[in-house]
């Protein structure tokens, strides 16, 4: 398949949108455009599953390279691999879901859309690109429409939390071109393309200063401690389809980052550094878990309890064997795929009460049954629940960081999995409080979920489960994906 | 495109018989009854959901009796040992060659027993519960969790593979929590089921890291091979794990008691047991079910299961031991003080789990050495009886009364008749009174120990009489004591009776299981090695222990059977001590103090703290010191154009001494 349509499609959207007359229109667009979306991802899926099952075992399928800036090298490379395959998959289920649960937006209908839609288009992009160029040309893409809508439509100190937000995502940016640039200029010939770079050799001094560049420029986006501050802040303040795309996607750009640039192209400094990639990502599970715990605030909850899981996602690529390799990138999805239903249900619980506190709610489950189901599959998948998407990805990280037998990845490991009795302590003192005990006064009048609210929220916990129940299909994706890089780690 | 739909082939091994479509429908029955309940019971099938979710397990049940028929009867033993078999697996999650994650279904002798076991108490509790829960708001939600729950266990007990019987192992947890949470608009059921669920995931992460350690060194984690590896003495995988060590300790050593740490968890083994007694809020039906007979044997059933690798690792089968002997006697005397009957039970179950639990610890591996592995296996399946049955009766008490506290009962042998007797079986069953069930299990229990360690024999004896005694004191405060108020006369005024034949029906059932139950030559079907162990079993030697059992029931007796000041004198005369076991050893203060205070305030509080102060504050504080900066030099832009003029000239100047002196 022609995979100029994941690009084509949402800019096509979003032109449309900007066409629309009233809030109706802008409405029916976006969903039409987001579902049209999501079939194209399980085309792409099919297409993908076809051409392997047929013994197609090029490294990326449906390769497409238009020369772009031929002075220098840049070409318009697309291409996908079993990871791309899986990212894109996870952006349209957020999408949609995120398209959905914004039905009630009546500020500004029009640009709101048209900024989700452009933000998929960049995310879309950004999964699909084998060139660095354009790779952080669609990165930015994703990342601008964000300071908008948080300083738009968030709430809260929303001004506060949208400049931090775009300040440190630039900042991680800033230092992703310049690894780049490094990369560019100091790689064995002057290239952008990936597929290139990897064949090639990057000589260790350059590598020396490009990888820890890239790692952590690309370590901002996906919390690296300790430069997940933006978290909290970013997601409490966006509105509620916004955190899910920050939570669901943008955290995830990061990974993929750090996974399939600056590991795959650098993998001598990826050794190098391997220790304090762990180190970093294991205080992050830990100290997330412990943060959260003391939140009262259901979206600070939810944000500190990313930073944890996103932990997951380094520490899955530091310790770099393909297990715990493709552990991460199960987690990403799997993350995404439950923080934006997170993000979905704690909006829907938001509107009904105005408030986030759990303190000031209780017993819901008596007025919102839906709802609360909701809220108790996504703590339940958060806390690492069999059947659900978190613990398949949770234990593939554990398993392929067990693979190395000395102390300090021991420790690290164990440590990590620490981490599952806090989060069982901080979900179910959030569920409980929220969901369970007697009703509060003056809640006794509120409203289960809406149609579209029901759908958004359906839609990512059959993702959920799809991966939790039968987690083999995203490990077939993933896992020879995942090989290719160790292989270049590895020196092969 | 068809590849994607592909499920990965089931693997049916040959053996015979093709069982593979029965066998898998056995747990796949309830959760169909879960999926079919939870989505559809409260709006279209409120009314029948009971009857449905009842229907599917007693399909289930039949198939578990006729795959137990054909295990121990037709194709399970070949040459006079029973096999191991697998008529099902298929790979979950494959993460290298070798080590995956498979479910499957595993048939042996221990897996058979707890077939039999899960789906028949179970089916008596749906059917006691089609009464019981009459009524309730929340009737098919309720249903669906009972499915939730057989289905987890089910797949608990046949996981051919160590990952998949911790992917139940969780599955059952949250099951529990569920149930415990059934009331979830009372504050105290929120607190026990939250409770219930992070005290056993704290041991459940005993339990992975165990998994961790042993699929390294065993290189799998299929259940048949990780044993083979780890108990051939010859091979490398049982050699490297020997011979690495931490701390002192063997790597299998650790491994082992880290996965016992799991199931002392699940089993609520000292002192992990904390959660059990709180347990007790969910409705009664399921502290028989869970709480009693099934999910809380998990844990012996998992040392069971790697008991051969158990029995390579002395120190491992020493801790078992000492534990679970430790928390039978703890857990005995605490019930002797506690007034709420449920109560009473929750620590009954914990001290008679710690029979099976030292039994095993005190068990070799084979031939006449095995009495320890064969009588735990046994005492487990009587056990399972008569605390269901316990537990069911006190249901049917609470029912009546509408009270958990022994004060509020007495005397109520005349309107309770037919609960009456089967307590009264029950009891004497616990309490190991020949010739019902218990006495049989518990006798063996003891036979074990007394062979192997004197310490542990006489710490059993003394437990096996305090047993006899809490349960006949909670049986004559119920049933005789004070003369018992005119049902009319109770507040509210509303008669209910024994709850009808769907009530009954569970208790006369598991009755007779009770009374009969011990005859079973049990020793002829699930032994350590399969093969047959003819029970050793002496006259003499129950003389001991039975005349403790009566001495405690007499005791009971004359403190309880008639309403006097005896027993409270007692207490008063034990002060200290008594006040210390009725507040249960102050076990809850010790976790609240660990939790509020170190977990909460010492790690979460400072790490919050820290988040926002430090690393936010360095954010911050950029962001200030930009903007500080930029206030300051903002004033070169003034727009005057004498000013610039001036810089300028000084720039000139500034650059004519550079070249100057620079480049002379």
Same mark, same amino acid.
């Given at each position: ?12 959207t979003?032109v449309?949108i ?36 047929? @013994?197609?075992? #090029?490294?990326? $399928?449906?390769? =497409?390279?238009?020369?772009? *800036? ?5 070409? %318009?490379? !697309? ?34 859309y048209?900024l ?20 952080f ?6 990342v ?21 937000l775009a300040?440190?995502?630039? @900042?991680?940016s #800033?230092?992703? $071109?310049?690894? =780049?640039?490094g990369?560019? *200029?100091?790689?064995p010939?002057?290239? %952008?393309? !990936? ?25 901002v ?5 300790p430069f ?37 192209i ?5 050794k ?8 970093l ?27 944890s ?74 806390l ?56 509060k ?12 609210e ?14 939790g ?6 490990n ?17 | 495109?068809?590849?994607?739909l ?26 169909a ?30 198939l578990?009796?006729?795959?137990a ?5 037709e ?7 029973y ?6 697996q298929?790979?979950w999650?494959?993460?290298?060659p ?11 002798p ?16 749906h ?48 099951s ?10 009372r ?7 939250k ?12 339990f ?9 060194y065993?290189?799998?984690l ?46 609520a ?11 007790m ?17 998990a844990?012996?059933?998992l ?17 078992v ?9 703890f857990?005995?005397?605490i019930?002797?003080?506690?007034t ?43 056990h ?43 009891c ?32 059993a004896?003394?437990?096996s ?14 049933f ?7 049902p ?20 006369v ?14 020793g ?12 050793a ?28 000041n ?20 102050y ?13 909460f ?22 962001g200030n ?36 002196y620079?480049?002379?």
């Amino acid at each position: 398949m022609n995979l100029t349509l994941l690009i084509l499609l949402p800019l096509l959207t979003a032109v449309v949108i900007l066409l629309m007359r009233n809030a109706e229109q802008v409405k029916w667009t976006a969903l039409i455009g987001s579902t049209l979306q999501f079939v194209l991802a399980f085309v792409l899926l099919f297409a993908f599953r076809n051409e392997r099952a047929g @013994g197609n075992e #090029a490294q990326m $399928l449906f390769e =497409l390279q238009y020369n772009w *800036f031929p002075a220098w090298h840049i070409s %318009f490379h !697309l291409g996908v691999d079993g990871i791309s395959v899986a990212m894109v998959l996870l952006t349209a289920f957020v999408v949609i879901a995120g398209v959905l649960v914004s039905w009630n937006v009546t500020k500004m209908t029009k640009e709101f859309y048209f900024l989700l839609i452009l933000l998929s288009l960049g995310a879309y992009g950004f999964f699909i690109s084998l060139d660095l160029f354009i790779l952080f040309f669609f990165l930015e893409i994703a990342v601008i429409p964000k300071y908008l809508l948080i300083g738009i439509w968030g709430s809260g100190k929303k001004e506060y939390a949208a400049n931090k937000l775009a300040l440190m995502l630039m @900042g991680g940016s #800033a230092l992703v $071109l310049v690894g =780049l640039l490094g990369v560019y *200029f100091g790689g064995p010939e002057k290239t %952008f393309d !990936l597929l290139t770079l990897s064949r090639g050799h990057i000589p260790v001094q350059v590598q020396k200063i490009c990888f820890p560049l890239l790692f952590v420029g690309f370590g901002v986006f996906t919390a690296l401690f300790p430069f997940h501050t933006w978290v909290p802040d970013g997601h409490s303040s966006a509105p509620t389809a916004g955190s899910m795309f920050l939570a669901g996607i943008s955290m995830k750009l990061g990974g993929y980052g750090c996974l399939r640039v600056a590991t795959y192209i650098m993998p001598d400094e990826a050794k190098e550094y391997a220790t304090i990639i762990i180190v970093l990502s294991t205080i992050a599970i830990l100290y997330g878990a412990f943060a959260t715990m003391m939140q009262k605030d259901l979206k600070y909850i939810n944000a500190y309890s990313s930073v944890s899981h996103c932990g997951f996602v380094l520490l899955g690529i530091g310790m770099l064997t393909k297990t715990a390799m493709t552990g991460a990138v199960m987690q990403m999805v799997s993350h995404g795929l439950m923080t934006a239903l997170f993000f979905a249900v704690i909006g829907m619980i938001y509107e009904r009460t105005h408030t986030r506190q759990v303190n000031e709610m209780g017993g819901l489950m008596k007025v919102m049954p839906f709802i609360t189901t909701v809220l108790f599959i996504v703590g339940l998948c958060s806390l690492g629940l069999p059947g659900l998407s978190g613990f398949v990805a949770e234990m593939t990280v554990f398993i392929g960081s067990w693979q190395h037998p000395d102390p300090f990845h021991r420790i690290a490991t164990i440590a990590a999995c620490i981490s599952i009795v806090v989060t069982a302590v901080y979900i179910l003192r959030a569920i409980g409080q929220t969901a369970m005990g007697p009703i509060k006064e003056g809640y006794n009048n509120l409203s289960d979920a809406k149609w579209n609210e029901k759908l958004a929220a359906v839609i990512l916990i059959a993702g959920i489960i799809a991966i939790g129940v039968a987690p083999f299909w995203l490990n077939d994706l993933i896992s020879p994906a995942a090989e290719i890089i160790m292989h270049k780690v590895a020196g092969k | 495109m068809n590849d994607f739909l592909q499920i990965p082939m089931l693997q049916v091994l040959p053996f015979g018989k093709d069982i593979g479509w029965a066998l898998l429908l056995i747990p796949l029955l309830p959760l169909a009854g879960f999926l079919l309940l939870g989505l559809f019971g409260r709006k279209h099938i409120k009314n029948s959901s009971g009857i449905i979710g009842t229907s599917l397990l007693l399909v289930s049940t039949v198939l578990s009796l006729y795959t137990a028929y054909g295990y121990f009867f037709e194709y399970g033993k070949v040459n006079g040992v029973y096999q191991k078999l697998i008529p099902l697996q298929y790979t979950w999650l494959q993460f290298s060659p070798g080590l995956s994650i498979d479910m499957g279904i595993i048939l042996d002798p221990i897996s058979v027993m707890m077939l039999v076991v899960v789906s028949f108490i179970s089916l008596m509790v749906h059917i006691y519960s089609l009464a019981y829960m009459k009524g309730e708001d929340r009737f098919p939600t309720y249903y669906a969790f009972l499915g939730l729950f057989t289905f987890s266990m089910l797949g608990l007990v046949m996981a051919s593979n160590i990952f998949q019987m911790y992917i139940f192992w969780e599955l059952v947890g949250i099951s529990s929590f569920l149930l415990i949470g059934y009331y979830y608009d009372r504050p105290s059921a929120v607190a026990a089921c939250k409770k219930a669920f992070i005290v056993t995931r704290f041991a459940d992460l005993g339990f992975l890291i165990g998994i961790l350690i042993l699929s390294f060194y065993a290189g799998t984690l299929d259940f048949n091979t990780l044993i083979q590896r780890l108990t051939s003495s010859s091979a490398p995988e049982f050699q490297t794990a020997v011979a690495s060590s931490f701390l002192g300790v063997s790597a299998l050593t650790w491994a082992l008691v880290l996965v016992f740490i799991g199931g002392a968890g699940k089993s609520a083994m000292f002192p992990l047991h904390v959660w059990l007694p709180d347990a007790m809020e969910g409705p009664t039906p399921v502290s028989a079910l869970i709480h009693a007979a099934t999910m809380v044997v998990a844990g012996v059933f998992l040392v069971a299961r790697l008991f051969p690798v158990f029995s390579m690792s002395p120190p491992a089968l020493q801790v078992v031991s000492y534990v679970g002997v430790i928390s039978a006697l703890f857990a005995a005397v605490i019930a002797c003080t506690q007034t709420d009957i449920k109560r009473v039970l929750a620590y009954s179950t914990i001290s008679q789990i710690g029979f099976m639990m030292f039994s095993l610890g005190v068990s070799g591996s084979g031939g006449e050495n095995g009495l320890g592995f064969t009588a735990s296996m046994f005492h487990l399946f009587t056990h399972a009886m008569f605390k269901a049955l316990l537990f069911l009766g006190a249901g049917a008490v609470i029912h009546f009364i509408h009270s958990n506290e022994m004060k509020d009962m007495g005397g109520l042998r005349k309107y309770l008749p037919i609960t009456h007797i089967t307590f009264l079986i029950a009891c004497l069953a616990i309490s190991g009174v020949p010739p019902f069930a218990g006495f049989f299990s518990k006798e063996e229990i003891l036979l074990a120990a007394y062979h192997h360690n004197a310490i542990i024999y006489w710490i059993a004896l003394i437990t096996s009489g305090l047993t006899a005694f809490y349960m006949f004191r909670l049986y004559f405060s119920i049933f005789w004591n004070k003369e018992a108020p005119s049902p009319l006369e109770r507040a509210g005024g509303e008669v209910h009776g024994e709850g009808g034949f769907a009530m009954m029906m569970p208790l006369v059932l598991l009755a007779v299981g009770a009374a009969v139950a011990g005859f079973i030559p049990f020793g002829n079907f699930v032994s350590s090695d399969g093969k047959l162990l003819e029970s050793a079993f002496h006259l003499q030697f129950s003389i001991a222990p039975v005349a403790l059992g009566l001495a405690g029931i007499f005791a009971a007796m004359w403190l309880y059977k008639k309403q006097n000041n005896k027993p409270d004198a007692i207490a008063a005369s034990l002060n200290g001590f008594y006040k210390a076991a009725y507040h249960k050893f102050y076990m809850d203060e010790l976790y609240l103090f660990i939790t509020k205070k170190i977990l909460f305030n010492l790690i979460g509080r400072p790490a919050a703290w820290f988040d926002k102060n430090v690393v936010d504050g360095m954010v911050n504080m950029t962001g200030n010191t930009t903007q500080a900066i930029s206030e300051k030099i903002k004033g070169f832009q003034s727009g005057k154009v004498q000013q610039y003029a001036i810089y300028f000239l000084a720039g000139v100047i500034g650059l004519a001494v550079l070249f100057i002196y620079i480049w002379k």
